[in-house]
């Protein structure tokens, strides 16, 4: 298991010429995009990004991303632990153009400095890898299933039934009635 820090900043060019890469930990209290998707700050993620160049002479980071953060479950609002596994491929670009070039299993990694900045890089990585809702098993959740079903059919059928012009009509009827 990792224990050390992950570096702020690497050098991507320099560290895909020698063939190396760096990996460490981060605390979600780090990352605030991804934190503000969380239910606290408790947890660590572990990264590891290797530079190489590929046969194209591409600079090229895999990123393999684990996570064990805290969630919101979405259907009973308790705390409820994710795991988050992300490996992905980025390949460095400069501009837009070399970045819609890019073979479709690459994703670009555009790098304005120098030195990338690895937390927002896997900041990045960890919300796209992030489901979209995450809900307890049903046997953990608070809130059993049967309470989220909607109305029953016989319900929507009556509601349906009751439109303002109906009502109007009935009233018309009741005048002429009045009126005979
Ligand atoms: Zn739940």
């Given at each position: 298991m990792l224990d050390e820090p992950l570096p702020l900043a690497l050098d991507i060019r320099k560290a895909?010429?020698?063939?190396?890469?760096?990996?460490?930990?981060l605390k979600?209290?780090?990352l605030l995009r991804f934190r503000a998707l969380l239910a606290g700050d408790e947890g660590r993620v572990e990264a590891?990004?290797?530079?190489?160049?590929d046969e194209q002479d591409r600079y090229i980071v895999c990123v393999v991303l684990e996570a064990d953060v805290t969630?919101?479950?979405q259907r009973c609002l308790e705390a409820m632990p994710l795991h988050i596994a992300s490996d992905n491929t980025l390949a460095v670009v400069w501009t837009d153009e070399q970045a819609a070039a890019l073979p479709r299993h690459l994703d670009p990694l555009i790098v304005e400095e120098t030195a990338c900045k690895l937390h927002?890089?896997?900041e990045?990585?960890?919300?796209?890898?992030?489901?979209q809702f995450s809900y307890h098993d049903s046997a953990?959740?608070?809130?059993?299933?049967?309470?989220?079903a909607g109305p029953a059919p016989e319900q929507e059928a009556d509601a349906g039934k009751s439109n303002p012009f109906d009502v109007l009509a009935q009233?018309?009827?009741g005048d002429e009635h009045q009126e005979s």
């Open positions: 895909a010429t020698r063939g190396t890469g760096v990996s460490g930990v979600p209290a780090q590891t990004l290797s530079c190489a160049r969630v919101t479950c927002e890089v896997v990045d990585e960890l919300i796209l890898a992030m489901p953990h959740c608070k809130e059993k299933i049967s309470a989220y009233l018309k009827a």
